[in-house]
């Protein structure tokens, strides 16, 4: 008799998803955005800050589940679901400018991340490049071509004492954007042999403020409200893509 599968422990998920492509975000409340995006979508578990569901997308299963805020919570997420057979993920979320002249609701896709986080120093050295699939990236240039392509910066917080002065240093780099979670994500995945990519919505312009930036987005704004339309309909396009497939 065949043992029942034990659900990953944080995710909950197990390999009855029967899916190898997932889209990730850190908000429990995007999980209820992108649902009205698929069809057949049926709930899957909530546990946690992982509220995942499944659902179809042009004949494409796929999954799509919330990870919280940060590289840990996020890092967990993407080893359950490699335990599990996914084997493509792709980050919708939101980011912060670096740069002047990227306005509110730009899509964001990231060619590489800064790791300025503490988890994936824990995987490999600093010297280790944190970079997206190739394959994801060449077909988010065909599905968003407008968005604001560049580096990113992966980081651990907002309210450190210096935190101007290091934005301001990575500014100056071209740093386009900076978000929590993306760096852990390409890492894990090359790790993992998992095709990764992120695609970042902009809810603060460059020296903006922080907290007007977020509530705008709590509260809908129009802009960051079609960005975040605009991101998770390009994730779900890439996944789709016949010619995404391993």
Known sequence: MEAKEIPQPHTQLTKAIDTDSAIIMGDPARVDTIAKLMDHVVPWACNREYKSIIGM?????????????????????????????IKRVIRVGSAGAMQHDIPLGQLVIAEGAVRDDGLSRKYVPEIYPAVPSFRLLALAHTYAPKACYGIIRSHDGFYMDDNDKTEAFWSEKGIVADDMESGILMIIGRLRHMETLSILNNVV????????????LVNSADLMAKGEQDSLVTALQILSDPEGEA
């Open 57 to 85: 997308y042009k004949g494409k299963k796929i999954l799509a589940m919330s990870t919280g805020i940060g590289a840990p919570s996020a890092g967990i997420a993407v080893e359950e679901m490699h335990n599990v057979g």
């Open 205 to 216: 312009l460059y020296q903006g403020d922080l907290a007007e930036g977020v509530n705008d």
